[in-house]
């Protein structure tokens, strides 16, 4: 199988079918369109699918011959963002028809580079062996996220995934190149939103309120000086306050205080010591300010880390497939967060990197931001890339023998 070829053969299909989602975004829990448009296209390339409430689509492709089997995945969320009609050049090829909401993140060219794979694949059975699970995933973004229902859906009907493969678009990756990453790929992240209950008072006679604006301020200076005094110099651990919400007027001392942020991670032991950390200190510190505190939201979302024996022949394999010159060496971690990583703690896997950068056509935007846009030629690559693994692995079967899985449970318990 020529898979180069092949990738290009298909690229009016990449191309228009992430168009087309581009122009018809859904926000998380609210795919439904979106499942049924990728579960007519797979019906239609004679791959049968399975939807999961709350979760999301699984196509299952059978060689008929017996082998491994391996996980695809993409996710299918936008984002409740107004599209700039621009990008860094000028006008878009395509912008959102729904008004705020935008694929913004590049879960288009997601799911349109993992239909793609999944129709060349269907169409060369005879060339593979072993069964392929195609992954959709709900709500990766915001909210009751997808991956949940969906892990648990293969345990509890003991579907068995030998390994799995993943990638996301990156908007300063030049188009035509992937990265692909040993350990740690992506960072890990908490998400806190913490409510903070004082008494209000006057601001003439601040001795007789509670304030949660002082609390909160020592909360703040605390979790500073722990970052400086616990993370090694050679890891890295960031946090930032992305929302202070708490009173209106000069003179009144409110009663209730929101603050809510994020902490980044390049290992797990990092991040959920910032977590424990961070509660006793908000404990702490309310009690001494005669205020009490509600976590609204408390999530830990780990670090993805890829599996050396699954970078070994990824690598590889792109290199024989596509050139060496696909393969960029020098591409670095990204501290933005994946759910993927629930999934690569389960089963051994690779997630990499697919470059969308493109000058010429003005990408290069920041993702989450109303200008990003994609290199629709990096599309091509990604697909022949995600291809040149997941055949090499059905053939090859790599022993994995660094990886220790995780306990399902224990892992979604972080997050929900």
């Not at 509890?156 to 030049?174: E, M, P, Q, Y």
């Not at 209950?197 to 909160?216: L, V």
């Not at 200076?221 to 960031?238: D, K």
Request: charged share 25%; aromatic share 8%.
């Amino acid at each position: 199988m020529n898979i180069l070829e092949l990738a290009r053969y298909e690229k009016n299909l990449v191309v228009g079918l992430r168009r087309y989602f581009h122009e018809n975004p859904e926000l998380s829990q609210k795919e439904f369109k979106t499942m049924d448009f990728i579960e007519k296209k797979l019906n239609g390339w004679g791959i049968k699918t399975i939807r999961i409430p709350h979760g999301g689509i699984f196509g299952v492709l059978d060689s008929g011959k017996p082998g491994w089997t391996m996980l695809m995945r993409a996710d299918i969320d936008a984002l409740p963002i107004d599209e700039d009609s621009c990008n860094l050049k000028g006008k878009k090829i395509c912008v959102s028809k729904n008004a705020g909401v935008m694929h913004a993140c590049g879960h288009d060219g997601h799911m349109a580079m993992l239909l793609t794979e999944a129709k060349i694949l269907a169409e060369h059975k005879e060339e593979w062996e072993g069964k392929i699970i195609l992954m959709f995933e709900e709500a990766e973004e915001m909210g009751e996220r997808g991956i949940a229902p969906l892990l648990r859906y293969l345990r509890d009907n003991r579907i068995h995934v030998d390994a799995c493969f993943g990638t996301h678009v990156k908007w300063d990756l030049s188009a035509g190149k992937v990265g692909i990453l040993y350990g740690s790929v992506m960072a890990g992240a908490y998400f806190f939103r913490v409510k903070i209950h004082g008494k209000s008072g006057h601001g003439s006679r601040p001795d007789m309120a509670h304030s949660p604006i002082e609390c909160f301020v020592t909360i703040a200076n605390e979790l500073r000086a722990y970052r400086m005094r616990a993370v090694a110099p050679e890891e890295s651990l960031t946090y930032s306050f992305g929302c202070v919400e708490g009173g209106h007027e000069p003179n009144i001392i409110p009663e209730e205080l929101t603050f809510a942020g994020t902490a980044r991670c390049t290992k797990n032991e990092d991040g959920l010591s910032f977590r424990t950390v961070m509660k006793e200190i908000i404990e702490h510190t309310c009690r001494m300010y005669e205020c009490t505190a509600e976590f609204v939201e408390d999530q830990y979302f780990p670090v993805t880390v890829n599996t050396r024996e699954c970078v070994d022949l990824a690598r590889k394999a792109v290199r024989e497939n596509c050139g060496t010159g696909a393969l960029d060496p020098n591409c670095p971690m990204w501290m933005a967060t994946e759910t993927f990583s629930i999934t690569e703690s389960i089963y051994p896997g690779v997630f990499f990197f697919t470059g969308i950068y493109d000058e010429t056509v003005g990408s290069g935007s920041g993702h989450h931001t109303p200008a990003f846009d994609i290199g629709e030629k990096g599309l091509v690559t990604g697909v022949a890339a995600a291809l040149s693994f997941v055949l090499a692995a059905l053939k090859e079967k790599p022993k994995c023998n660094s990886f220790q899985p995780a306990d399902l449970e224990s892992m979604l318990k972080l997050i929900e």
